[in-house]
């Protein structure tokens, strides 16, 4: 009985276990999430057409690549996000990832690029969850380049400058009398040192507040030069305290030289040029203490200043000296203006050496820079009229002017 019992329930079991008494049950439908787990999930679509090659008038080094934009590139539910640009050298399999770019930028510039070595790049369109790759570019290699083509048009002008400035420098060599405009300051020298001999009271020459590291300081050197040889053709002293050591002992050479030309190196003494203070308003004080002491018929300040600027024109101003002033702070050309007799503003003070000496390098080189300055000016009127054409109408002057040059030299 046992063994038949143990039988019965082994043929039971078997039976449930092949669902022969299985209810029919209704199947669950299956998530969402399971249906993710189970399906791919949709990538966007790949960018296409990608093409590398040497980044043009460069140093070496760079490698342009652009590609065509994914077609889910700003639309659908598979939205790009960003490409992901890839490199491997040409053969390897072994792609490094060199940069990102945004949705809707269709190139991409790899600045990690060794010379001469071969690459190969794929792009790789991400929307954020899943990226799709696009095919490999032609094998490419980064190279220096000789010139920079961006910058033709800054060669252009740079070009017509030089040829402007050796155009003018050989024709005044040949004696041709070319135009400077008067400086009435450089024009007034020999009347205001021929005052101070006539006064019998000495010429005051303030060189500015900085070193000899400033352009400025040298352009008031150049001047004390012209200044010294009428001073020691008249017979009259110069009198010239300054705030740095280096100035002074460029200024007594300059002055000493001055006198040698006039042969009159017997009545120089170095005691025309002294040394003060470095510290600005200690020095301020002293020429002041200077200037009513001696009384100066004369006074020229020539060269870098700052806040003592007013005060030595004042100064000047009340005990009836002659003042000529020079120099390119734009702030302190107003007090300058307001108190001395005669101010040169801004680079007549850098063109005081060639106006002087008559030199025919110097002189051709100034009138080169004016056809510098021409341009800039011309330049400057053409981008006014152009912004303004732009905001009332909304066309671009050049780009039409671009489109013109272009349909003109493209007619069959």
Known sequence: MPNKLALFVLIFACLISTGAFAQEISPIPPSD????????????APPTNIIARDNPSDGGGRILVSWELSLDDGRGNNNVVG???????????????????????????????????????????????????SGLSQPVHSSQQWFNLNLKYLFLIGALICGSVIYFIYHAKR?????????????????????????GRPVLFIPGIRDMDDVQTIAGITILGRVARTIAEYDIRINMPVSRSIVMTTARETIKAAYAAEGRIDAYSDDFVYYLTDEQF??????????????????????SFFAESLIFAETGNSIGAIQIAGTAMPAQLP?????CDYTLIGEELFAASAYLSGEPKQLGSLKGQDVGKVIAMVAVILGMIAATLYSITGVSLFDSWHEFMLNLFTLN
Do not use: W
């Open 33 to 44: 999430s399971i249906i993710t787990s189970i399906l791919p999930y949709p990538r966007p």
């Open 83 to 133: 490409y992901e640009i890839l490199r491997a050298e040409e053969g390897g399999d072994q792609f490094i990832s060199t940069g990102m770019a945004a949705n809707g930028v269709n190139f991409y510039i790899d600045s990690g690029a060794d010379d001469h070595v071969q690459y190969v790049y794929k792009v790789v369109a991400s929307d954020g969850k899943a990226g799709a790759e």
């Open 175 to 199: 004696g041709k009398k070319l135009f400077i405009r008067k400086i009435a300051g450089l024009e007034a020298i020999d009347d205001a040192v021929g005052r101070a001999t006539e006064m």
């Open 282 to 303: 200690g020095y301020v004080a002293a020429v002041d203490g200077i200037m009513v002491r001696d009384r100066p018929a004369t006074c020229f300040y020539m060269g």
């Open 335 to 339: 007090f300058f203006v307001a108190a």
